[in-house]
C-alpha cells in the first residue's frame, strides 16, 4: 500500500510541475542552453554533415537566437524533428524554438496555441516535372501523379489548388523527403511539389540535373517562419526583433567583419543605438546591450545569412526574389530602431 | 445474521464482500485509480485550454483539405474528416484481411514443404522462413516498394502481357467489368444464394448442394438479364492509364511484405502444430490404407488445428498492427490520415486516440472471431 501511495503522489507531482511555467526567456538563460527543434537532411536548410556539424537557414536562426539570449552560439541543443512530431515537442515544452521551414498560416496561428516569428523565408510552392513529359505550364497538369510530403501545407495547397482549377491529380505521399524524391526520380510520379529553393536543391543532386524543369507559377504562397509557444512575450520580442534587426544592420551595410569596427568607431547615433554602445535597449528587453553584436557576429546580417546556406557560394544559387531587401526590390522590411 | 437478512440481498453480499481479505487495500486501490485518472485528464484538458489549443472530436465534421490517392471508400478533397478516417480504416482492412487470408495460405503451404521428404524442397522452406523472419518488416516494405518502383517499366513503356492488361512502376492496371443495371439485381440473389446455402448447410450438412444453391440464383439472374458483361479496358490518357481497375505498388509492396512477413511465422505456427499430433494417428491412417494426402486433411490437420489457432490469433492481431507501417512507404491507410488530420488540425491528442481505439477495436474483434473458432475446434468431452 505504501508503495500505491508513493506512485500516486509522485504522479500527482509530477502533473502539477508542468502547469507551472514563468517565461521561457528566463527559463532559457537559467538552463543556459537553448533547445532548437529543426531537420538534419536538407543542405541549405537544416543539415547535419558527418563530423557532427550543423548548418543551414533554419540552424543558423537558432545559432543566432543563442547568441542573442546566452551571447554564445553554440549553446544550441538541436532536437531532430519529423513534420508529424514538431508541434507536439513544442507545445509539450520538449523544444523552446521550432526552427523547421513552417508555413505560417491563420489557422495555425489562431488555433495552435503558438506564435510565429518573422517570417524569414519568403518563398512558394512550385512543382518540378519531367522534361520529357513536355510540361511547360502548372495548367498542363491535369490528370497528373503529383509526389508531396505528408503532413506538410504543400500537401493541404496541391488539393486546394487542383480542386480549385476543378482538375483532378493522384497524390503519392511520402514522410520522408528522401522517400518522396526517390519516387519522383523513378517516375513514380509525374511531378513532385514543394517549395522552388529544395527543388533546386534536388535537382543539382540528382543523376539527370538536366532532365527536370521547375515550371515558373507558383500555386501557393509559402512564408516560413520560426515558431514558440504562445504566452512568452519577452522572448517573442527578441527572437522579433532580431529578424528585424539582421535586416537592419544588411541596410545599414553592417557585417560580421566591419561589425566591431563600426561599433567602436561610428558616430550615427541610430547605429550607437542599434549596437548598444548607447542607451540601454537590450537591458529592457532581458538581453545584454550588445546582443545585436553578437548576433551579427554569429550568423551576419539577413544578406550574409541568406547567401551563406542557400544563394551564391552554396551551389545552390537560389536567387534572392521576395528575400532582397525592399530597397533593392524585395519584400525584407524592419521598422525603425528608435 | 439477523441483521444481514434486515439489509435484504443486496446488503447481504456488500457485507460478506467487505468481509473478504484484502477488501480494504483493493478498495482503496480503485479509489487511488479514480483520483489519478481523474487528475491526469483534468491536468491535461487545463493545460490544453492554457495553450489555447482547440479540443475534442468536433473537427471531424469539418472539412478535410487533403487528397489520399486510393480508397475502398470514395474520399476527395472537401470531404469531412469523418469520412477520411473511414477512407483510412478502409484501407487498413483491405489490406489486413488480404493479408490474413494470403499469409495463412503461404504459411501452410511453407510448413507442409518443410514436412516434405524431400530434403530439397525441405531445405528451400527452411532457408525462407529463416532469412524473412530475421529481416525487419520495416525493411521488407521499402524493399518492396522500391523494388515495384525502380524494377517495373514507367507508365510509357508499360509491360502488356496480355491486351488490357498493362504492368507499369505506377501500378497494374487490370480490364474492370462496365457497371450494367442488371448486375443490382445479380447481387441480390448472390445474397439470397448465400441465405440459401447457409441454410442448407445448417439444416443438412450437404456441402455440394449448398454450393449449387450459392452458385445457381445469381447465374440464373445473370443469364436472365442476357449477360450483361463488358469490359473497358485501361488506355493511356495523358499521364496516366485510366479506365478499368488499378492495383497501386504501395498496396502491392504493402500486400507482399505483410503476407511473406507473417507468412514465414505461420509456416513455423503450422508446422509446431501438425508435428504435436500424435503420431500414432498418422500410423493408424496408414493402417486404414488412407492415402498421405487424406491422413493430412482428414486425420492430422483437424486436430492440429486446436494447436494452431491460439498462436495463430497472436500472429493475426500482430499484422493488423504492423499494417501501420504503410505510412513509411506511402499507402494511405488510418495512420497516414491521421498525421496528416493532427498536422493540419494540431488535435494531437484527439487524432491519436482515434487510431489507438481503431487498432483496438480490431484486434478485439479478430481475436473475438479467433476465440469463438478456438472453442468450436476444442475437444468436446464427456
Known sequence: MIGMKSIAIGAIAMLGATAAQAELLDDIKARGVLKCGTLNFLAGVGFLDDKGEWSGYDVDFCKGAAAAILGDASKVEFVILTGAQMFPALESGEIDVLSRSVTQTISRETTMGIDFIGPNHLTGQGFMVHNELGVSSVDELDGATVCVLAGTTTERYLADWFRGKDMTFTPVATETSDQMFANYFEQRCDAVTMEPPYLAIRRAKSATPDGHTILDALIAKSFEAPVIRQGNPALREVLQWMHWGMITAEEMEITSENVDEIASSSTDPVVRRFLGVEGAIGEGMGVSNDWMVRVIKSIGNFGEFYDRNLGSGTGLDVPRGMNALWRDGGAMVAPGWQ | ?382
Open chain 2, 1 to 382: 445474521m439477523i441483521d444481514i437478512i434486515g439489509r435484504g440481498r443486496f446488503g447481504a453480499r456488500f457485507v460478506s464482500l467487505t468481509r473478504r481479505p484484502g477488501f480494504t487495500a483493493q478498495a482503496l486501490l480503485i479509489v487511488f485509480l479514480v483520483i489519478g485518472g481523474w487528475l491526469a485528464i483534468d491536468s491535461v484538458s487545463a493545460n490544453l485550454e492554457r495553450l489555447s489549443v482547440k479540443s475534442g472530436y468536433g473537427f471531424l465534421f469539418e472539412e478535410a483539405q487533403f487528397e489520399l490517392g486510393e480508397s475502398l471508400i470514395a474520399f476527395r478533397a472537401g470531404d469531412t474528416y469523418l469520412r477520411a478516417f473511414a477512407a483510412g480504416i478502409s484501407n487498413t482492412l483491405k489490406v489486413a484481411v488480404l493479408g490474413i487470408i494470403l499469409s495463412t495460405m503461404v504459411g501452410l503451404v511453407v510448413a507442409l514443404g518443410q514436412l516434405s521428404p524431400s530434403v530439397v524442397v525441405a531445405g528451400a522452406c527452411r532457408m525462407f522462413v529463416d532469412s524473412v523472419r530475421n529481416v525487419p518488416l520495416l525493411l521488407q516494405l521499402i524493399f518492396w516498394q522500391t523494388f515495384l518502383t525502380s524494377g517495373l517499366p514507367i507508365v510509357r513503356n508499360a509491360l502488356s502481357p496480355v491486351d488490357g492488361v498493362y504492368l507499369t512502376n505506377r501500378g497494374l492496371y487490370l480490364p474492370a467489368p462496365v457497371a450494367d443495371p442488371a448486375h443490382g439485381s445479380i447481387g441480390i440473389a448472390l445474397l439470397v444464394g448465400a441465405g440459401l446455402a447457409a441454410l442448407i448447410w445448417f439444416a443438412f450438412r450437404k456441402g455440394r448442394l449448398a454450393c449449387l444453391a450459392l452458385i445457381l440464383p445469381p447465374l440464373a439472374v445473370f443469364l436472365l438479364a442476357g449477360a450483361p458483361l463488358a469490359f473497358e479496358a485501361p488506355e493511356l490518357k495523358g499521364f496516366n492509364f485510366r479506365g478499368g481497375v488499378e492495383i497501386s505498388p504501395e498496396f502491392a509492396a504493402m500486400l507482399l511484405g505483410l503476407t511473406i512477413y507473417t507468412g514465414a511465422f505461420n509456416a513455423e505456427v503450422i508446422r509446431a502444430g501438425i508435428l504435436g499430433v500424435d503420431k500414432g494417428q498418422r500410423e493408424a491412417g496408414a493402417a486404414l490404407g488412407l492415402t498421405p494426402w487424406r491422413i493430412m486433411r482428414k486425420i492430422v490437420l483437424p486436430q492440429a488445428l486446436r494447436i494452431i489457432l491460439p498462436s495463430m490469433t497472436n500472429s493475426y492481431l500482430n499484422l493488423t498492427k504492423e499494417s501501420s507501417l504503410a505510412v513509411a512507404i506511402g499507402y494511405p491507410e488510418v495512420v497516414r490520415v491521421s498525421n496528416i488530420a493532427l498536422f493540419e488540425t494540431g488535435q494531437a491528442i484527439e487524432c491519436i486516440s482515434i487510431i489507438m481505439i481503431v487498432y483496438l477495436s480490431l484486434s478485439l474483434f479478430t481475436s473475438a472471431i479467433l476465440n469463438w473458432l478456438n472453442a468450436r475446434a476444442q475437444l468436446v468431452e464427456r
